[in-house]
């Protein structure tokens, strides 16, 4: 079945280690995003992607880092340099960034200890 | 800014009610948009796209009016299964982007 995936599900990190969380999708979509969504707040933008090797800052990239070396994949690292990286990370794609909707992965629960 | 605001609530309605859903966005260079679900700790899913001449699914209507820059959402007849927060969302475009902005969510509880 075609889909997107996140793993892992939950994550734990230590302050001040980076951690990477990754997004794998086999629906050929050109475009990929991550958002970061927090309690009672609605999902924020922190980069995306519309092709192989092309990747934009959103509203929230500070203290993130992507790349995306494969169409299939769109890794997020978050690094030391995020001050508070607990938050629920989703993860989408979509054909094209014009005018259609984004599926999402299952999202990966960041907690940081 | 780019902005879309959603009613906050909650909404708790009883079974087999009709509810209605408002969002006004801010950009006017928008192109698309989308209402999606998003259940307790899940993902959202796309529950219908709205077009400009107003679409219906089974239960659930959606429409457009980009003179006002709002957007709806109608459930009729509710279900327990409907129980979830329902997120407005706005595709942009300009300047080579094309941006999915997100509403915070209505948050609907059907009661028994």
């Known amino acids: 079945d075609g889909g997107i995936t996140q793993s892992p599900k939950y994550l734990f990190r230590k302050e001040g280690q980076n951690v990477t969380l990754s997004c794998e999708q086999n629906?050929?979509?050109?475009?990929m995003y991550w958002y970061r969504q927090d309690p009672g707040q609605g999902l924020r933008l922190i980069y995306y992607?519309?092709?192989?090797?092309?990747?934009q800052k959103g509203d929230i990239a500070e203290g993130y880092s992507v790349s995306r070396e494969k169409k299939e994949s769109f890794p997020l690292t978050v690094t030391s340099a995020q001050k508070n990286p607990t938050a629920f990370y989703l993860c989408?794609?979509?054909?094209?960034?014009?005018?259609?909707?984004?599926?999402f992965g299952q999202g990966t629960r960041l907690t940081v200890v | 800014r780019k902005e879309v605001e959603q009613d906050p609530g909650p909404f708790n309605v009883p079974e087999g009610a009709t509810v209605a859903f408002n969002c006004t966005y801010s950009?006017?260079?928008?192109?698309?948009f989308f209402w999606y679900r998003q259940d307790c700790r899940k993902e959202p899913k796309l529950l219908m796209s709205?077009?400009?001449s107003g679409n219906e699914d089974g239960r659930f209507t959606a429409q457009l009016n980009r003179a006002s820059q709002y957007i709806s959402l109608l459930i009729r007849d509710s279900k327990l299964s409907d129980s979830a927060t329902y997120l407005c969302?706005?595709?942009?475009?300009?300047?080579?982007?094309?941006?999915?902005?997100f509403g915070k969510g209505t948050k609907l509880s059907v009661i028994p």
């Open positions: 989408a794609s979509s054909i094209g960034v014009r005018n259609l909707e984004a599926f």
């Open positions: 629906l050929n979509h050109d475009a």
């Open positions: 992607s519309q092709i192989v090797n092309d990747f």
């Open positions: 950009n006017s260079a928008s192109q698309s």
């Open positions: 709205v077009y400009s």
């Open positions: 969302v706005v595709r942009y475009s300009g300047a080579g982007s094309y941006q999915l902005t």
